[in-house]
T-cell receptor
Framework: AQKITQTQPGMFVQEKEAVTLDCTYDTSDPSYGLFWYKQPSSGEMIFLIY??????QNATEGRYSLNFQKARKSANLVISASQLGDSAMYFC?????????FGTGTRLQVTL | KAGVTQTPRYLIKTRGQQVTLSCSPISGHRSVSWYQQTPGQGLQFLFE???????NKGNFPGRFSGRQFSNSRSEMNVSTLELGDSALYLC?????????????FGNGTRLTVT
């Protein structure tokens, strides 16, 4: 099975600091997409950012950026200037044309 | 554009009963997928439907089934409920399915089996 690995089950970060959530993946597909989702305690899964395997530049969406290192098969999420509302579970997903796989998630807690 | 709508939001059933959950995707989205999330097992993929056909299936027993209608709305059915079926069930829709376009999730249905 082609796995997604999120090695940090839980992380703490102080408000206004930046934090990096790790994600590595297995793949033999030349074309794939990488996604990050946020799940607050209320349960809904919120799409944050997308990176295509052929994209030359790292994706950015506001305070979120994706540090994509294709050769290392890593797609780390960077959140700048953390806010209390960023406290949530974060899931890394990888998709090909026919299949999606996802990691076990990282629980981020933002502290004052 | 309206988001993904899941009904009901909360449900309480007893063991042995069956349940049907509903999911209305974003207009124009042809793929609908279902996920189960529990504290013990985490997030797990149930199945994906695309244009009324089941395209992918996770590793769940046959008690879990689904279907998709011509308007892309989807239903998921669980028969002979077990205590372990208590979970948050998430539905997601996307334009093309697979991994080429982002999933958009509903708020989920919290099922409690007593």
């Amino acid at each position: 099975a082609q796995k997604i690995t999120q090695t940090q089950p839980g992380m703490f970060v102080q408000e206004k600091e930046a934090v990096t959530l790790d994600c590595t993946y297995d793949t033999s597909d030349p074309s794939y997409g990488l996604f990050w989702y946020k799940q607050p305690s209320s349960g809904e899964m919120i799409f944050l950012i997308y990176q295509g395997s052929y994209d030359q530049q790292n994706a950015t969406e506001g305070r979120y950026s994706l540090n994509f290192q294709k050769a290392r098969k890593s797609a780390n999420l960077v959140i700048s200037a953390s806010q209390l509302g960023d406290s949530a579970m974060y899931f890394c997903w990888r998709g090909t044309a026919s299949k999606l796989t996802f990691g076990t998630g990282t629980r981020l807690q933002v502290t004052l | 554009k309206a988001g993904v709508t899941q009904t009901p939001r909360y449900l309480i059933k007893t063991r042995g009963q069956q349940v049907t959950l509903s999911c209305s995707p974003i207009s124009g989205h042809r793929s609908v997928s279902w996920y189960q999330q529990t504290p013990g097992q985490g997030l797990q993929f149930l199945f994906e439907y695309f244009s009324e056909t089941q395209r992918n299936k996770g590793n769940f027993p046959g008690r879990f089934s689904g279907r998709q209608f011509s308007n892309s709305r989807s239903e998921m059915n669980v028969s002979t409920l077990e205590l372990g079926d208590s979970a948050l069930y998430l539905c997601a829709s996307s334009l093309e399915g697979g991994g080429n376009s982002p999933l958009h999730f509903g708020n989920g249905t919290r099922l409690t089996v007593t």
